[in-house]
């Protein structure tokens, strides 16, 4: 069974550029996670998918940050405009369905802002 | 006080050592999982369990439901175990993930 994929792996830009970050779920699995992990911190949920439907972006800094999932299975982070404080880990998990499903987590994706 | 525990917060120890890394919680759970996280970023689900105990190879993890308290131990270390190891339990009420702050656990040959 194929993992989570996500990519760009890293990235790098300038504060008050744009970056997106690509992520493929599990095949089949219905909920999708995004988390901004920053160094030497636990991960913090960004946003939660249940198929193409919002289910908690109450922790999504709206004003900068944005995530769809049209079909109901990739998913896209953006942020625009980058600041420096956005540098961290950006991970991606997903699972069978929402509650109490184990998550299933990508590689993750680090960015840096300088 | 935070609502997942972990401790040691940082762990050295030599190859082959039994190792024994503690979470405990204060939340009604429906789940609890324990992650690893190489320096590299991602990360990998080691166990999810809600009583009782699991194995995987080296790993076992134990929970005790009414003392909110499990354990992740490994046997035989290896210097590729070297990792953070994360706790983070499933809440009951809203299943979001509260996640513990790590143990970050080195192995030396």
């Known amino acids: 069974e194929a993992g989570v994929a996500q990519s760009p792996r890293y990235k790098i830009i300038e504060k008050r550029q744009s970056v997106a970050f690509w992520c493929n779920p599990i095949?089949?699995?219905?909920?999708l996670y995004w988390y901004q992990q920053i160094l030497g911190q636990g991960p913090k949920l960004l946003i939660q998918?249940?198929?193409?439907?919002?289910?908690?972006d109450s922790q999504l800094p709206k004003d900068r940050f944005s995530a769809e999932r049209l079909k109901g299975v990739d998913s896209t982070l953006k942020i625009q405009p980058a600041k420096l404080e956005d540098s961290a880990v950006y991970l991606c998990?997903?699972?069978?369905?929402?509650?109490?499903?184990?998550?299933?987590f990508g590689p993750g994706t680090r960015l840096t802002v300088t | 006080k935070n609502e997942v525990e972990q401790s040691p917060q940082n762990l050295t120890a030599q190859e082959g050592e039994f190792i024994t890394i503690n979470c405990s919680y204060s939340v009604g759970i429906s789940a609890l999982h324990w992650l690893q996280q190489h320096p590299g970023g991602g990360i990998v689900s080691l166990f999810m369990?809600?009583?009782?105990?699991k194995k995987h190879g080296r790993l076992i993890a134990t929970i005790n439901i009414q003392e909110k308290h499990s354990s992740l131990h490994i046997t035989a270390s290896h210097p590729r175990d070297s990792a953070v190891y994360i706790c983070a339990v499933s809440e009951d009420s809203n299943y979001q993930l509260i996640w513990g702050a790590g143990t970050k656990l080195i192995i030396k040959p």
């Open positions: 095949s089949g699995h219905a909920t």
């Open positions: 998918f249940q198929n193409n439907g919002v289910v908690d």
């Open positions: 998990a997903s699972s069978l369905a929402g509650a109490g499903y184990e998550q299933y």
């Open positions: 369990l809600s009583s009782g105990k």
